[in-house]
């Protein structure tokens, strides 16, 4: 007797969605990302418990049609790629189309959108995948997504969440990364009821380094301007070598718009600093690298924060000589001033 079977859709979905959704940040990642792509100038993300019960996203971006709506939740749904061709440069944070499958697998979500130019927009609500209501609403333009009770149906999942607080912490990473990749968009982030970062979205990299890093470290800063290397442009904001930190968790990298973990990027920024810091501290900041999108694949793991470069070396060259510069001129660069 055959005993070998195709999984019924749902039951992939649990599966895909135990590979992009991990906690309420994960979430909070994918649902700002399809907010970037949308063309959003202003988003604004809500969390109570950590973003574990509840967690708002609201957008104005382009919104979805009617008609569509309903498919974005199926699984391989995406508008953002058409051809195998595409997949070789990709220029939009998503092209799965795995999240909205996976993340409503395990939750409870609400979503109101409406076109720009539509007059009424539609309300979706679904529970663990299944469509429960799909009526017409008006709605502001853009799209909002209310998730609830992650991981309700899968309690297993649940325990491996961390305590609210962490989790929130998590979820503010996320927003802060955002904001630092986007300066052209407004981010608010309100934490159970009370806002705990913003950005104006005037399209200043200074502000969100500011919301980020902070008043005192980012007196302690030096800009990085843009800086063109084998076709490779960086530019950012990074530390003066005084104010090294005993640890690495300042340091945030981004390739093509896109918040990055990269040893990589890391070994280069350190290598700038050699001699210049004492033993045991690491400098903080933001680097931005652009590049080919062909020169870099995307598409390496499911949450997306691991690249590969088709070549390190010209990768580690172009953030090195940066940061190398920025501080070799750094003598001469007067106090930065900010004022909120
Ligand atoms: P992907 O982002 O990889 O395409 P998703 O599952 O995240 O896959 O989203 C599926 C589709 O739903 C997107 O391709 C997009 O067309 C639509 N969509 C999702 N979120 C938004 C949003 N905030 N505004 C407009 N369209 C959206
Ligand atoms: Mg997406």
Do not use: W
Request: proline share 4%; glycine share 8%; aromatic share 6%.
């Amino acid at each position: 007797m055959a005993i070998i079977k195709e999984l019924s859709s749902h039951l992939a979905d649990l599966i895909a969605a135990g590979e992009v959704v991990e906690r309420p940040a994960s979430v909070a990642k994918e649902l700002v990302e399809n907010a970037i792509d949308a063309g959003s100038n202003r988003i604004t993300v809500e969390i109570e418990n950590g973003g574990i019960t509840y967690l708002r996203i609201a957008d104005n971006g382009c919104g979805m049609a009617p008609e569509d709506a309903p498919v974005a939740f199926r699984r391989h749904a995406t508008s953002k790629l058409r051809s195998e061709e595409d997949l070789a440069a990709i220029g939009t944070l998503g092209f799965r189309g795995e999240a909205l499958a996976a993340i409503s697998s395990v939750t409870r979500i609400d979503l109101f959108t409406r076109q720009r130019e539509a007059i009424a927009g539609v309300h979706l609500h679904l529970e663990a995948g299944e469509i429960q209501v799909n009526e017409e609403a008006g709605c502001p333009e853009g799209t909002t997504i209310v998730v609830r009770d992650l991981f309700y149906n899968t309690p297993a999942r649940m325990k491996f969440l961390k305590k609210d607080f962490t989790e929130a912490g998590y979820v503010l990473g996320v927003v802060q990364h955002a904001a630092l990749s986007h300066p052209e968009i407004a981010f608010t982030l309100i934490r159970d009821g009370k806002q705990v970062f913003s950005t104006d979205g005037k399209g200043k990299l200074i502000t969100p380094v500011f919301a980020v890093f902070g008043k005192e470290m980012t007196a302690n800063m030096i800009e990085v301007p843009e800086n063109e290397h084998n076709g490779l442009t960086v530019h950012g904001y990074i530390v003066k070598p005084h104010a090294g930190r005993a640890n690495r968790s300042m340091q945030h990298f981004f390739v093509n718009g896109r918040y990055v973990k990269s040893r990589l990027m890391q070994a280069a920024l350190e290598e700038a600093y050699r001699n210049a810091i004492i033993t045991g501290k690491y400098p903080s900041g933001a680097i931005f690298l652009e590049l080919p999108l062909s020169a870099v694949d995307v598409n390496v793991h499911p949450a997306k924060t691991e690249v590969k470069f088709s070549q390190e070396k010209p990768v580690f060259e172009a953030v090195y000589i940066a940061c190398k510069n920025a501080l070799a001129a750094n003598d001469n660069t007067p106090q930065l001033e900010h004022k909120e």
